[in-house]
């Protein structure tokens, strides 16, 4: 066959599933799996057949001639995961394989999150446009990137009206280049200096586009209910959907506490306001040490004592990366004072006059975790990523279907499916993504739901987790059987209109 033939026919494939039905190729059918539709309604047994990158049959359908057939006796198959909250905005240009997402059966990764994104965004999905990875991918804008470019480095203030008009400029033409919706991070130094009008005046811009108003609200400690309402604040003033990133009660004053959160949103959401928020399974949060002291006085001894102590002490503090001194990492800030003969306090100080550290720390409890799981709106996601250093990057999707959902019962499966793909894909307004139905796209994931379990640690974070049989993506395969294939038919994926 000549290579012109070669390229007609592959084109023919793309257009008309029945032409590749033809050609014996790209044609899949799994037989006698157990099907979690995505929709959250119970199993049920059903064969799945593919063709090119759609879903053409769900049901008793027998594999047709030519199609490659997957026996999926006693495995569960269920659209792939679509992880709202991901920080490989970067890391997909070097690692396109991404085997650490599709290994959990993260199908689309959403990048740009907590404020911060690549930019322009249209330059950024352009590019992995032209360069796929094996997953798909889609944006956000961040507040803070777009701060940044409109105040440079004189960010700790308030902006002026004339600016906020100008970063509504930046807002505007992200969302035109396929932004899915601003996202902030408000516990964070650039995006922490603006006041809940700037907000509003920037997701009003995302919210003509339809577009979402993703938050790492202002406080996850002991003003956790205080910034669960400004974001609501912003979803109403804004008229923007909300989706509240990682939700957590991180301090020792707001533990089990769940149901006062949850109902400061379900009363939003019984007045209208379209709040839903995000989880990750794990009881410790990893980001840069200076999150620890709200008051952001770092140096100031009183404001860290309380800081450590509101965490249960430096013992729930562990070091993972310190580029001053590379021999602190994975030891807990506990560990390193009493080494080095000094307290915690005085050692924080330092660490963050030697430029900081990243830090993972222990600071909420599973009675809560499991209170926020197992309200409908809230969905999971792993604010994790290719390469980072918590185990939550490589383990999130298979800790919970396997901790979560078999051992610990905190949840049926097809509802944890539904939080993992169709309340996403619903969410963020993806055309035929998040469920297994006749003419949806084929991202489909086939696991050992007796089996799947993360084995990522927060010494060993890169460990992949076991359980997951096959991944596709856009129908092809890009996960068997423990290994990564090479195919990278990842998409860029856009809100539909
Ligand atoms: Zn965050």
Redesign the pocket.
């Given at each position: 066959m000549t290579s012109k033939l070669l390229t007609i026919l592959t084109a023919l494939t793309l257009l008309s599933p029945g032409t590749a039905a033809q050609l014996n190729s790209r044609a899949w059918t799994i037989v006698g799996a157990d099907l979690a539709d995505g929709s959250g309604r119970a199993l049920r047994r059903a064969n799945v057949r593919f063709v090119g990158d759609r879903v053409v049959s769900v049901g008793t359908g027998a594999p047709e001639r030519g199609d490659t057939v997957i026996d999926g006796a006693g495995l569960v198959v269920a659209p792939g995961f679509i992880d709202i909250?991901n920080h490989s905005a970067e890391e997909l240009a070097s690692d396109p394989e991404a085997a650490t997402q599709v290994a959990q059966g993260i199908t689309t990764v959403v990048v740009g999150?907590?404020g911060g994104s690549p930019w322009p965004i249209g330059e950024y999905l352009a590019e992995r446009r032209r360069n796929p990875a094996a997953v798909n991918v889609a944006a956000f804008a961040g507040h803070a990137t777009i701060r940044r470019l409109v105040l440079g480095d004189d960010f700790k203030r308030v902006a002026r009206a004339d600016e906020v008009a100008r970063m509504a400029t930046l807002v505007d033409q992200a969302m035109r280049e396929g932004a899915l919706g601003l996202s902030s991070?408000l516990?964070y130094e650039v995006g922490g200096y603006a006041e809940t009008s700037e907000l509003v005046e920037l997701s009003k811009v995302a919210a003509r586009y339809g577009g979402v108003y993703m938050s790492?609200i202002r406080d996850e400690a002991d003003k956790s209910f205080e910034a669960l309402r400004e974001a609501i604040e912003i979803g109403e003033r804004a008229h923007v959907p909300v989706q509240i990133?990682?939700i957590k009660l991180g301090t020792v004053g707001v533990w089990h506490k769940a149901a006062e959160a949850i109902a400061i949103v379900e009363a939003a959401r019984k007045r209208g306001v379209d709040v839903t928020a995000d989880e990750y399974p794990y009881n410790a949060w990893s980001?840069t040490i200076t999150v620890l002291v709200p008051d952001k006085r770092y140096d100031y001894p009183p404001s860290v004592e309380k800081a450590l102590a509101d965490v249960g002490g430096a013992a729930n503090v562990l070091i993972v990366r310190h580029a001053a001194h590379p021999e602190y990492e994975f030891r807990t800030l506990d560990a390193v004072a009493k080494d080095r003969k000094t307290t915690p306090v005085e050692l924080f100080i330092q660490i963050v006059r030697d430029g900081g550290a990243g830090v993972v720390c222990t600071s909420m409890v599973d009675d809560d975790m499991r209170a926020f799981y197992r309200q409908p709106w809230v969905m999971v996601a792993s604010?994790g990523g290719i390469g980072v250093r918590h185990p939550r990057g490589a383990g999130t999707f298979p800790r919970v279907l396997g901790r979560y959902v078999r051992d610990e019962r905190w949840l049926p499966l097809p509802e944890a499916i539904r939080k993992m793909t169709s309340a996403p894909a619903e969410r963020l307004k993806f055309a035929r993504r998040g469920r297994i139905v006749a003419g949806a796209i084929a991202d489909i994931v086939l696991f050992n739901a007796r089996t799947i379990v993360d084995r990522s640690t927060f010494s060993e974070p890169g460990i992949l987790p076991t359980g997951m049989e096959k991944v596709f993506v856009g129908g092809e395969l890009v996960w068997d059987i423990g290994k990564p294939v090479a195919a990278r038919p990842g998409k860029v994926l856009v809100r539909a209109r």
């Amino acid at each position: 066959m000549t290579s012109k033939l070669l390229t007609i026919l592959t084109a023919l494939t793309l257009l008309s599933p029945g032409t590749a039905a033809q050609l014996n190729s790209r044609a899949w059918t799994i037989v006698g799996a157990d099907l979690a539709d995505g929709s959250g309604r119970a199993l049920r047994r059903a064969n799945v057949r593919f063709v090119g990158d759609r879903v053409v049959s769900v049901g008793t359908g027998a594999p047709e001639r030519g199609d490659t057939v997957i026996d999926g006796a006693g495995l569960v198959v269920a659209p792939g995961f679509i992880d709202i909250h991901n920080h490989s905005a970067e890391e997909l240009a070097s690692d396109p394989e991404a085997a650490t997402q599709v290994a959990q059966g993260i199908t689309t990764v959403v990048v740009g999150p907590d404020g911060g994104s690549p930019w322009p965004i249209g330059e950024y999905l352009a590019e992995r446009r032209r360069n796929p990875a094996a997953v798909n991918v889609a944006a956000f804008a961040g507040h803070a990137t777009i701060r940044r470019l409109v105040l440079g480095d004189d960010f700790k203030r308030v902006a002026r009206a004339d600016e906020v008009a100008r970063m509504a400029t930046l807002v505007d033409q992200a969302m035109r280049e396929g932004a899915l919706g601003l996202s902030s991070g408000l516990e964070y130094e650039v995006g922490g200096y603006a006041e809940t009008s700037e907000l509003v005046e920037l997701s009003k811009v995302a919210a003509r586009y339809g577009g979402v108003y993703m938050s790492h609200i202002r406080d996850e400690a002991d003003k956790s209910f205080e910034a669960l309402r400004e974001a609501i604040e912003i979803g109403e003033r804004a008229h923007v959907p909300v989706q509240i990133s990682h939700i957590k009660l991180g301090t020792v004053g707001v533990w089990h506490k769940a149901a006062e959160a949850i109902a400061i949103v379900e009363a939003a959401r019984k007045r209208g306001v379209d709040v839903t928020a995000d989880e990750y399974p794990y009881n410790a949060w990893s980001s840069t040490i200076t999150v620890l002291v709200p008051d952001k006085r770092y140096d100031y001894p009183p404001s860290v004592e309380k800081a450590l102590a509101d965490v249960g002490g430096a013992a729930n503090v562990l070091i993972v990366r310190h580029a001053a001194h590379p021999e602190y990492e994975f030891r807990t800030l506990d560990a390193v004072a009493k080494d080095r003969k000094t307290t915690p306090v005085e050692l924080f100080i330092q660490i963050v006059r030697d430029g900081g550290a990243g830090v993972v720390c222990t600071s909420m409890v599973d009675d809560d975790m499991r209170a926020f799981y197992r309200q409908p709106w809230v969905m999971v996601a792993s604010d994790g990523g290719i390469g980072v250093r918590h185990p939550r990057g490589a383990g999130t999707f298979p800790r919970v279907l396997g901790r979560y959902v078999r051992d610990e019962r905190w949840l049926p499966l097809p509802e944890a499916i539904r939080k993992m793909t169709s309340a996403p894909a619903e969410r963020l307004k993806f055309a035929r993504r998040g469920r297994i139905v006749a003419g949806a796209i084929a991202d489909i994931v086939l696991f050992n739901a007796r089996t799947i379990v993360d084995r990522s640690t927060f010494s060993e974070p890169g460990i992949l987790p076991t359980g997951m049989e096959k991944v596709f993506v856009g129908g092809e395969l890009v996960w068997d059987i423990g290994k990564p294939v090479a195919a990278r038919p990842g998409k860029v994926l856009v809100r539909a209109r």
